[in-house]
């Protein structure tokens, strides 16, 4: 017999739990050495405000820090790219890394960075429900532009990363960019994204607008924010993290990546360990309590 249900997470959203029942996403670290100590990986369905099912995994980490880890447009936690970059980060902290709605197993439509925020929310939610004391996001492409949106509109953080993001919407500028307006635009473009990359793409126009990336980054202050971009990023040209650094406040630091393409696909291990690395100080400096903020 099944049982279970709905359990509510603080700050919105819910969590799907069944009882007597053997996921089959979940993710087992197979024993080293005889070593049966290392704890077993699970996903998890959590659902949005809105209803919609998110597929997460936890990787757990020091009870101190973890990251919400929100990847680019066309991804899931599962790719091995993404996959990659939350083994890295979990070094540093817990990690909670998902699948925004349309993209692999998560439900909904894709609305390419405007409801993905309450995504982004009920992710930290859970990620405080399993008693991480600080909460930094860490952002892809898509993913970087939703968590700065999230942190200048919503609050509750403790630290930013904005890796290869646009610092505008519409950007046509680049080939690649080209591709994703087909892709979204049109009707054989959504069909093919959700045949050939699991990525169903809602066919609706905003309305209205979401508030841009660097609109939004001017309101995360006094929350550390870190943005990072390759100088050759093939999709959004350096001038995307200008525009974005130059519309926060501080504390804000920039770090244009020589050599460096574009999101999870070119992050190499010492990129990682450096973004690492900045999270872990940029919490333990304590500048920002999201309680404190009245």
Known sequence: MVSGGYSRIPAGGYRLTLAGVSDHRSTAVPPQN??????VLKAHTLVTED???????????????AIVLAHGFTLNWQRPAVWRVARRLSRYGGVVTFDFRG?????GLSTLGDLEI????????????LG???????????GASIALRYAGLSGGVDAVVSVSGPGRWYYRGTKSMRR?????????????????????????????VPVP???AAAKIAPVPLLIVHGDQD????????TQLYEAANEPKELWIVPGFGHAESAADAALLDRIGSWVQEAVAAGAVSPTAIA
């Open 103 to 107: 993209h692999g197993r998560s439900g």
């Open 213 to 215: 990336p660097a609109d």
């Open 180 to 208: 994703v307006h087909w892709a979204v635009e049109r009707r054989l473009g959504r069909l093919l994204s959700k045949k050939l990359l699991h990525t169903r793409i809602s066919s609706g126009r905003w309305d209205p």
């Open 132 to 142: 991480y004391r600080r909460v930094a996001i860490v952002g892809f492409s898509m």
């Open 34 to 39: 005889g070593d049966m100590t290392l704890p």
């Open 234 to 241: 093939g999709f959004f040209p350096v001038e995307h993290a």
């Open 118 to 129: 309450r995504d982004v929310r009920v992710a930290v939610a859970y990620a405080r429900e």
């Open 51 to 65: 209803g919609v099912p998110i597929d997460a995994a936890h990787l757990p980490g020091d009870p101190g820090l």
